[in-house]
């Protein structure tokens, strides 16, 4: 049995849970429902859970704000939200699972059994603990989780050069030269990216404005990075890149 506590400021929200809990995961065992963060920081301490149930937005604290006050983390965490998609893309970017309340019984499945597979794992701390970093910096500092062969590799926004499609996969550039091969769309990849920052240029690649040194209409028109390289825009996407850069139109 997985031993859990629910936090949420909703009695609705925790009984609907609770309810759902019981019929489609036998395997999770409720200690407690906790109608505040500071009732979940008391339970945490008492019980010691492998994983919480913990709404995002409450009065007096937030569930952000409520593990920041904690010692250590050593428990696996499913938020549980309303339909938000700056949150949605905050737990996106850290990989971290969450719920959008109403609570669907397969999405709430899914989250049961990632959850159980990160229990007693290093990898979900860290994945938490990236994630209330993320919150507390502007989205160029903050670091997005690309997937790996072991994990994630945590990597700051503002490191990214440019993101080129390889199939089914897409190749992160980094600076210093490094590269990353994920396992994920290039679409996949440029909705985890700041909008404010980044660009598609061409239907396989996104790129970092704030690494564009040059732009050169020659041949249909390309960009120069700060590193040196030269990257084709695409005819279709030319337009909207020369008016994010604040150029006129050819």
């Not at 490191?159 to 190749?171: F, N």
Request: glycine content about 6%; some cysteine; proline content about 3%.
């Amino acid at each position: 049995m997985i031993s859990s506590i629910i936090i949420d400021d909703e009695q609705h929200c925790i009984d609907a849970l609770g309810a759902d809990l019981g019929k489609h995961c036998p395997n999770v065992e409720v200690l407690a429902k906790c109608a505040s963060a500071k009732e979940g920081i008391l339970a945490i301490k008492k019980y010691k859970p492998q994983l919480i149930f913990l709404d995002v937005e409450m009065p007096w604290m937030n569930g952000f704000e409520m593990l920041e006050l904690l010692d250590h983390i050593d428990f696996s965490i499913i938020f549980t939200t309303a339909y938000d998609k700056f949150a949605a893309k905050a737990f996106r970017i850290s990989a971290v699972d969450y719920l959008l309340k109403p609570v669907d019984a397969e999405d709430l499945k899914t989250a049961v059994k990632k959850a159980e597979e990160k229990i007693n794992s290093a990898s979900g701390v860290v994945n938490i603990q990236n994630l209330l970093h993320n919150i507390r910096q502007p989205e160029q500092q903050q670091k997005i989780a690309l997937p790996n062969r072991e994990g994630y590799e945590f990597t700051r926004v503002d490191t990214i050069l440019y993101c080129s499609a390889e199939g089914a996969y897409t190749k992160v550039f980094l600076t210093g030269k490094r590269s990353l091969l994920i396992s994920r769309t290039l679409g996949d990849i440029e909705e985890m990216l700041p909008y404010e920052s980044f660009i598609r240029i061409h239907h396989s690649t996104v790129v970092n404005l704030n690494a564009v040194t040059h732009y050169l209409r020659t041949d249909g028109g390309y960009v120069v990075l700060n590193s040196g390289e030269k990257l084709m825009v695409s005819k279709a996407k030319k337009d909207a890149l020369l008016q994010r850069l604040g150029l006129k139109k050819d």
